[in-house]
């Protein structure tokens, strides 16, 4: 009977190593997000997908030095280095000054965090004159940000229309588009909402990342979304989505529109700044969330007066606006026929080559 009973214990002990060996991991790669608020850095991995976490993370000489551990009874491969570092947020790969695997359970990032003096990009704009819009403000080129809640919460991705929503109320707001955990794309938008449908590309686990940005000190930290993980079929339905533009409102409540007519003003300015295209009428005024003919084109602005571009529900039909505003009579990039009246007809089904 002794020997029935210890058998019995070293089959149990046996069960258990073997389920604690299968749980544990061995990484061969890292992906990062460091988010800077003024002089501060704060360090996040990318949880949802892996079980390594940042141990430690501090700034001396330019130089932030983070210390990722691998996780309790999980390890870094002896083939981790430099190339599989990913390093998303206010830094990049090229940031990266030494990398380092102490030990098969902890890694070491060195980042270069000297202060950059160059110009962080060009404004395209005509000039710096005020314009006015149902009694508020806006500067032609102005970059300047004001004093908005850096929290942002409730990020959903959609998982039929491959867009991402969130709470928050920033005066933009930055977002990573994840594959893999592996950015794909990095994009800024005023507005609480931003479709990534073109980027599911085949099978794989996305999801994005969203924080509120108020200017280079006042920036929030980046909250990440639900994670779907879809296969290739999946993935197609997403891509080829017809509501999967960025420029589709979600309403069409006449209510929402501005009380004034649609205009036709040939005399006023299109100007570009880092958010877009807008036009600067004649009176120094401009369109929001309405129509306006511009030449012989028709445009629609949102609520913040930049050019829609993409698919536009309105009052029950869809319109297709291009770089040169509302498309007639043709097929759209994405295989869709608008007519003469710039309207959709599905009757005609979808043209795959486009």
């Known amino acids: 009977m002794k020997k029935t009973g210890f058998g019995s214990i070293a089959f149990l002990l046996g069960i258990m190593i073997f389920s604690i060996t299968a749980w544990a991991q061995t990484y061969s790669s890292v992906s990062l997000t460091v988010t800077k608020n003024?002089?501060?850095?704060?360090?996040?991995?990318?949880?949802?997908?892996?079980?390594?976490?940042v141990s430690s993370s501090s700034?001396?000489?330019?130089?932030?030095?983070?210390?990722?551990?691998?996780?309790?009874?999980?390890?870094?491969?002896?083939k981790m280095k430099q190339s599989n570092?990913?390093?998303?947020?206010?830094?990049t790969n090229g940031d990266i000054k030494e990398?380092?695997?102490?030990?098969?359970?902890?890694?070491?990032?060195?980042?270069?965090?000297?202060?950059?003096?160059?110009?962080?990009?060009t404004i395209e704009t005509s000039d710096k004159s005020t314009v006015t819009v149902s009694g508020s403000t806006k500067t032609s080129g102005s970059s300047g940000k004001s004093s908005q809640s850096t929290v942002v919460d409730d990020v959903e991705l959609n998982s039929e229309t491959g867009r991402v929503y969130w709470d928050g109320n920033a005066d933009e707001f930055d977002l990573i588009?994840?594959?893999?955990?592996?950015?794909?794309?990095?994009?800024?938008?005023?507005?609480?909402?931003?479709?990534?449908h073109e980027y599911f590309t085949g099978a794989g686990i996305y999801s994005v990342a969203v924080r509120a940005d108020n200017g280079s000190d006042k920036?929030?930290?980046?909250?990440?979304?639900?994670?779907?993980?879809?296969?290739?079929?999946e993935a197609a339905v997403i891509k080829s989505n017809i509501l999967g533009k960025e420029t589709v409102t979600e309403t069409t409540d006449s209510s929402s529109l501005t009380t004034s007519s649609p205009t036709s003003d040939g005399n006023g300015q299109w100007i570009k700044d880092d958010i877009g295209w807008w036009y600067l009428n004649s009176d120094n005024s401009y369109t929001v969330n309405n129509w306006q003919k511009i030449g012989d084109k028709w445009y629609y602005f949102d609520a913040a007066g930049y050019m829609y571009?993409?698919?536009?529900?309105?009052q029950g039909a869809y319109y297709f606006m291009g770089e040169h505003g509302m498309e007639t009579?043709?097929?759209?990039?994405?295989g869709y026929y608008v007519g003469s009246d710039g309207k959709w007809l599905p009757a005609l089904g979808r043209n795959i080559a486009g």
């Open 329 to 334: 009579s043709i097929w759209t990039p994405d």
């Open 38 to 53: 003024g002089s501060k850095y704060t360090v996040s991995n990318y949880s949802a997908l892996s079980g390594y976490k």
């Open 85 to 91: 570092v990913s390093i998303f947020g206010d830094l």
């Open 99 to 121: 990398f380092n695997r102490d030990s098969s359970s902890q890694i070491v990032i060195k980042l270069d965090v000297s202060e950059d003096t160059s110009s962080s990009g």
């Open 177 to 196: 588009f994840y594959k893999d955990g592996k950015s794909v794309a990095t994009y800024s938008t005023k507005k609480n909402y931003y479709d990534f």
């Open 59 to 78: 700034k001396s000489n330019d130089i932030l030095t983070i210390k990722v551990s691998a996780g309790s009874g999980n390890s870094w491969s002896s």
């Open 309 to 314: 571009k993409g698919w536009l529900p309105w």
């Open 219 to 233: 920036r929030g930290s980046y909250v990440l979304s639900n994670v779907l993980t879809l296969t290739a079929e």
